[in-house]
């Protein structure tokens, strides 16, 4: 495994250090997911909103959500291999800021505002708990432009850096997404939050395409040559290709 390539894995594998913190926040220490349901009684949802365990998940994803950044940086890495125009890394960046922001940021505060303080008022915290889930599933629809340009990226390259098919897999992935409008309308069935479309068909096939994407950014990382990294030349006394020479970093 290459040394000038070192920067690159350690951004990798903080990836899936990242998303099984990011899981045991949400799912044992928590229980936010799997969602409760929208139309949960007034005393479960002041049970769930004052439960000590928030505000210890609230802790860990305060110190683990700087690994985000570096898990985006690894697609941005790729595309910028890729012949198309900067444009498509640009929106994946923004993308991914707005989303983690929604998505991440607004439903820690609302769950953990809520547990911070014993004896709020039971409809404050029931607002809270609407925010808080309205925020992690209706805000799947900030990374549509994300994941579409990663998507379209892949299918105008003409260097092949990742697969086609994934291209595709991504679009149909990211249309999915768009499922997740009908949590400001629908408060049970399958298009409410914890519903079977907009909650557990999405989930599936999120989780399923991210894992293919990791295999095959592993992949793409190990298949680059070495002459076409930014940081390949650090030798002062080394030319590079065009002629140029790279200061010592």
Known sequence: MSARKRDQWIAFWTVPVFFNLFGIVFVPLSWMMPPRSP??????IVDFMQS??????????TLSFGLAPLSNAVYLTQIKRMSVSPVFRYALMVGSMTGAIVGMLFPMFCFGLGAFRP?????ILAMLYDFGYLAYIGSLGCFCVMWM???LAILLDTNNILPKWLGYYTIWQYVTELMAA???IAKSGPFAWNGLLTFWFAMVLYVSWQVI??????????????DE??????SSSSPSPDGRQKANA
């Not at 994407?213 to 070495?226: E, F, G, L, M």
């Open 52 to 61: 000590h365990n928030l505000l210890i998940a609230c802790a860990i994803l």
């Open 149 to 151: 340009s990663f998507g």
């Open 213 to 226: 994407v990791y295999i095959c950014i592993y992949r793409a990382i190990k298949s680059q040559p070495d």
């Open 229 to 234: 990294l930014e940081n390949a030349w650090v």
């Open 119 to 123: 004896g709020y008022d039971p409809s």
């Open 182 to 184: 009908p949590v400001w």
């Open 39 to 44: 139309s949960s009684s007034e005393p479960q």
